[in-house]
């Protein structure tokens, strides 16, 4: 199972319907400028897959919406995509649509264009594997390293691996005395 397309309309910064896919299977990357909308892409999963958006009152559900120029955004929906050929979602069709839409009075939940329940929702997220208990399928901005390292261990001065991420480009034209490139020091 995995997501195959996410449609965006009226959600925070994505005021026309936004269409993102297909995703590979695999790995997908979210590239983008400041202010693109990146981080607002990750809010709509974690609004129709996560509890981060329950129980809202109707002014938090207007900050939502979408509040550029124009006429007023007055409902707004995430619609995720999953490929269901695995059948890891009790459902016997091959692609499975859950969407959530808000306005400021409604917040609405739905499978395959079928009204259900927030707990619906829940109940089949958690039998497909997607369980509250361990929130890690969908990992916010900053918190990748809570999820990898240790929690007792104190923080360590940095290895190798840091090392590799440091934003240094490798020039072929100065080898070192080892006969392996050297640091360049021309910006990247």
């Known amino acids: 199972m995995f997501?195959?397309?996410?449609?965006?309309?009226?959600?925070?910064?994505?005021?026309?319907?936004?269409?993102?896919?297909?995703?590979?299977?695999?790995?997908n990357s979210i590239v983008g400028?400041?202010?693109?909308?990146?981080?607002?892409?990750?809010?709509?999963?974690?609004?129709?897959?996560?509890d981060s958006y329950s129980n809202m009152r109707p002014e938090e559900r207007a900050k939502l919406l979408n509040e550029g120029a124009g006429a007023a955004v007055v409902q707004a929906?995430?619609?995720?995509?999953?490929?269901?050929?695995d059948r890891r979602l009790d459902n016997d069709k091959e692609e499975v649509t859950i969407k959530?839409?808000?306005?400021?009075k409604k917040d609405e939940y739905f499978v395959d264009q079928k009204h259900v329940t927030?707990?619906?929702?829940?109940?089949?997220?958690?039998?497909?594997?997607?369980?509250?208990?361990?929130?890690y399928y969908i990992v916010e901005q900053g918190k990748v390293s809570e999820c990898f390292?240790?929690?007792?261990?104190?923080?360590?001065?940095?290895?190798?691996?840091?090392?590799?991420?440091?934003?240094?480009?490798?020039c072929a034209a100065y080898p070192t005395r080892t006969g392996r490139p050297g640091r360049c020091t021309a910006p990247l």
């Open 33 to 50: 400028y400041n202010g693109s909308g990146k981080s607002n892409f990750f809010a709509a999963l974690r609004f129709v897959l996560s």
């Open 118 to 135: 927030k707990q619906d929702i829940a109940n089949m997220l958690e039998t497909a594997g997607f369980s509250k208990s361990n929130p």
């Open 77 to 85: 929906y995430v619609e995720i995509v999953f490929d269901n050929s």
């Open 149 to 170: 390292l240790p929690r007792s261990l104190p923080p360590s001065p940095p290895t190798r691996i840091g090392e590799c991420c440091v934003p240094f480009r490798f």
């Open 100 to 104: 959530r839409q808000i306005g400021l």
């Open 3 to 27: 997501i195959k397309y996410v449609r965006i309309h009226g959600f925070k910064s994505y005021r026309e319907k936004t269409v993102c896919g297909p995703l590979s299977p695999m790995h």
